[in-house]
């Protein structure tokens, strides 16, 4: 990210740790996940971290700008699990497999991505910059299952099955997993999202 270019909130060199900018950043997760974008300030960012606010205004130049920056972490946080969890892997199954166990493993982040999309669209008034963070997750998503959903009806491996209502269905089901336990403090999410993984073997044998 690039830093201010003024000398406000300058840190002097050497006094600070290379990873300033981000613990601010998670820091700025954590908070808008627990609370909301319209009641955390920068000076409770800046109490959590430790660091001044003139610092935090040194790395972002305003509170959207680290609003739009902590929800990619969170998507870049997910797609860093999926990336490992689908090292040598081929099988379109276990691709899509793959991508559902994310949600297991990166349950933290994502948790906190849907909590942040789903209080900024609540808000009176939409960013463009932050409609593209959101849309870049569901895009990302959709390429990872519609494209793993056609491999596998091309080699045989799947049933006739329509691609693209399948990658919608995965999508939209493991949403609303989360925002469930979001709703309900005693839904179990992981057996749910287990659940979907048996369902789509049936759904997707061939016949």
Known sequence: MAKR?????RPKTGSLPVEAESVIL?????????????SVRTIDIAKATGFNQALIFYYFDNKEELYRSALALAIERAFQSFRLSRENLDDPADLIFAWIDTHIRAYDSISKLIKLSIDYISTAERKSSID?????????????????LEAG????DFGSVDASQTATFISTYLDGVFVRAMVLPDFKPVPAIRALKTYLMEHLKPQ
């Open 5 to 9: 270019t003024n000398g406000v909130g």
């Open 26 to 38: 998670s820091a700025a997760l954590d908070l808008f996940a627990a609370k909301n974008f319209s």
């Open 132 to 148: 593209r963070a959101i849309r870049t997750f569901y895009d990302d998503e959709r390429d990872v299952l519609q494209t793993a």
């Open 153 to 156: 009806i091309a080699s045989g």
